[in-house]
């Protein structure tokens, strides 16, 4: 239960504005609260330690480990007391909440109607737990106001980590390779593309496991029986944008809560038939440098990390060396006719023969999903769905930089982001991919400096880094996992 020191409650209970008496009411005695804040505990550790506005008074804030504690700052010449109120001292009191009644923390931004994303940063809102009378739980908000952005970044970060459930990369999947799943009806993620992905990883492996099968060499999936619910609470959510239609807290509860599933095509990566990962979608060329130079600078605050990643791997383009190798989907409609660009047309007789295409790409992607986003509201590969068994492949031969900047912003708009001539878009089942380069990877940064003997090449997958030296096989496993969700035009009862 949060502590809040007298003369705060009723604010947030829904009282007067900022707990001020309404005008030309007689000035009483606070209203009766929790007592009010104990000095902090030796043993408590400071994590942050900053001035916010809160409720319109500039106040001295410390965020440690187990409470996030405020007080006011006292002016040089504090006013005299209101006449009849000699209490009116309890304003400068601390105030403190326990973060273990915090379940959420977002930035809050000032934006236009249509603005989806930007804006005037204004602070950081806090979602807390609170216990009324006659145990009924209600949820409050506390507002940090801030213009400053590096200072807002550098706590929401820290109070990001505080709300982690797992506690390091990998701890989904070792909780799921452990626990005894018998007892569960499905398992719910709440957090961005990373964990909703490593969560399906660890899924799908602990199905292996009980079936038996040698999880270095998975040739033939089965299926996972318990579903998996996706809360969004990331920076990207492509899964459950993908999945939903739409970036919604609530609608991500609702379907879930009402049951409702949804079968979705999950693929294999191997390498030299040794088995690596589950995923949704891959990027090599671009999209996995650009991965690798974020994930190189993670000190940098999520959003410009981003922007900082895009603009120093496009400064360094450089097209790469490969081969190849795809199975042509057996059945639905191919996806680079769809496309309507002759130079993408291919002579596929869809008979189980293989592909080959060699030369200089910039960027290759291969997605089971449709990979909506925020960027890309109707999906970084909109032809292909959930669950009809193939993939998209979509290849990005050597271009000048202007043109392959031109490319990546047609996926915002609504213009065909494949309309160009050094675009290509196959519908696969299966794909194989060998770099040839005679060098390692200029991205600016040393790690990148060699042969491939020395160097992994980077492969992003499902926004998370994969380094693999040498070929990569990716195949597409039909509805191999079971998701809560799913668009409600296309509301499927499967259980």
Known sequence: ???????????????????????????????????????????????????????????????????????????????????????????????????????????????????????????????????????????????????????????????????????????????????????????????GDGSASEVAHGLLLRAQMDAGIDTNYILTPVRTPLPLGIIPAGSTNVLAHSLYGIVHIVTATLHIIMGHMKPVDVCTFSSTGKFLRFGFSAM??????????????????????????MIKTLASLRPEDCEISFLPAKSSQDFQEASRNEHRTTESDYNNQWEKIQGHFLNISIMAIPCCCSMAPGGLTPNIRLNNGSMALIIVRNTSRPEFVKHLKRYASLKNQFNFPFVETYTVEEVKLQPRNNCGYDTGDAEFHGTPSENNYPWNVDGDLMKVPSEVHIKVHPQLIRLYGGHLQEMNDYK
């Open 284 to 309: 090599f060329g671009f999209g996995g440098r650009m991965l690798a130079s974020a994930e190189k600078h993670r000190w940098i605050p999520p959003n410009q990390r981003k922007d900082f990643a």
């Open 1 to 191: 239960m949060p502590r809040l020191a007298r003369g705060r409650v009723s604010a947030l209970a829904g009282g007067p504005e900022g707990g001020k008496q309404p005008a030309g009411a007689e000035a009483g005695p606070p209203p009766v609260l929790l007592p009010s804040a104990q000095p902090m505990p030796a043993a408590e550790s400071i994590l942050q330690r900053g001035i916010f506005e809160i409720d319109g008074r500039s106040c001295d804030v410390v965020l440690s480990d187990s409470a996030l504690r405020w007080r006011p700052i006292q002016p040089e010449r504090p006013a005299a007391p209101a006449a009849g109120n000699s209490k009116c001292g309890f304003l400068s009191k601390e105030e403190f909440i326990e973060l273990k009644d915090l379940f959420s923390v977002k930035l809050k931004w000032r934006r236009s109607a249509k603005q989806q994303k930007g804006g005037t940063l204004l602070g950081i809102t806090l979602f807390v737990c609170m216990k009324k009378e006659q145990n009924k739980l209600k949820d409050y908000t506390l507002t940090l106001n801030n213009l400053s952005e590096d200072h807002c970044f550098l706590w929401v970060r820290d109070l990001k980590k505080i709300l982690t459930i797992t506690e390091y990369e990998g701890h989904a999947l070792s909780l799921l390779k452990e626990c005894e799943l018998q007892e569960f009806d499905g398992v719910i993620c709440v957090g």
